[in-house]
């Protein structure tokens, strides 16, 4: 299997704040990477596939790079309601595994 | 709207089987490939099998091999997993989702696009 993991495990930032995620994988998926979003006691929500592609309806200020193992979400100006979980999933192949989830709190 | 509604809550013995429920509407259910993910309490999200409910073909997480099947029922847009030989690390949420792909430079990329309402099993004797 694949292994995904994240940095930092968890965050805590203030409003406006420029924030950036960090995933990696164990072996080189090219750009087969999803990020998803998820609020307490809800699902998950795509936000970015193909590790760039913005999903219809997410906001611009989510933006997504990398290649190979090595990837990025940031989140250019938090907002208030961007306080969640974020994974990282790779679909090079399956099982499709996730990353451990990043937390980002109100500082 | 597009939506994915689970099967509600169950709570099952060590050893006992669970059948989860996902129907599919508001889109052509045959056409779109159905995934299953599950989050235990305070966890992170596990990548646990997908069906194509056109065809029946299956894939599943190696751990879950021997003790999962999956089924579709094309005439009601539902997609069934039964997990079997239940153990208390089986309690999570169970999630549907349905699998949208994007095609680009000739490669087909997959992302979860609509999930379900989520069915939380519990095991405990």
């Known amino acids: 299997d694949i292994q995904m993991t994240q940095s930092p495990a968890s965050l805590s930032a203030s409003v406006g704040d420029r924030v950036t995620i960090t995933c990696r994988a164990s072996?080189?998926?090219?750009?087969?990477l999803n990020w998803y979003q998820q609020k307490p006691g809800r699902a998950p929500k795509v936000l970015i596939y193909?590790?760039?592609t913005l999903q219809s309806g997410v906001p611009s200020r989510f933006s997504g790079a990398g290649s190979g193992t090595d990837f990025t979400l940031t989140i250019s100006s938090l907002q208030p309601e961007d306080f969640a979980t974020y994974f990282c999933?790779?679909?090079?192949?399956?099982?499709?595994?996730f990353g451990p989830g990043t937390t980002v709190d109100i500082k | 709207q597009l939506q994915l509604v689970q099967s509600g809550a169950a709570v099952k013995k060590p050893g006992a089987s669970v059948k989860v429920s996902c129907k599919a509407s508001?889109?052509?259910?045959?056409?779109?490939?159905i995934e299953w993910v599950r989050q235990a309490p305070g966890q992170g999200l596990e990548w646990l099998a997908v069906?194509?409910?056109?065809?029946?073909?299956?894939r599943f997480a190696p751990e879950l091999q021997g003790r999962v099947t999956m089924t579709s029922d094309t005439s009601t847009s539902t997609v069934y997993m039964e997990l079997s030989s239940l153990r208390s690390e089986d309690t999570a949420v169970y999630y549907c989702?349905?699998?949208?792909?994007?095609?680009?430079?000739?490669?087909?990329?997959?992302?979860?696009?609509?999930w379900g309402t989520g069915t939380t099993v519990t095991v405990s004797s």
């Open positions: 999933q790779q679909s090079y192949r399956t099982p499709r595994t």
């Open positions: 069906i194509n409910p056109s065809t029946g073909s299956t």
């Open positions: 508001g889109y052509t259910s045959s056409s779109s490939h």
């Open positions: 989702a349905r699998r949208d792909e994007y095609y680009s430079n000739y490669n087909y990329y997959y992302y979860m696009d609509v």
């Open positions: 193909a590790a760039s």
């Open positions: 072996q080189s998926i090219d750009n087969y």
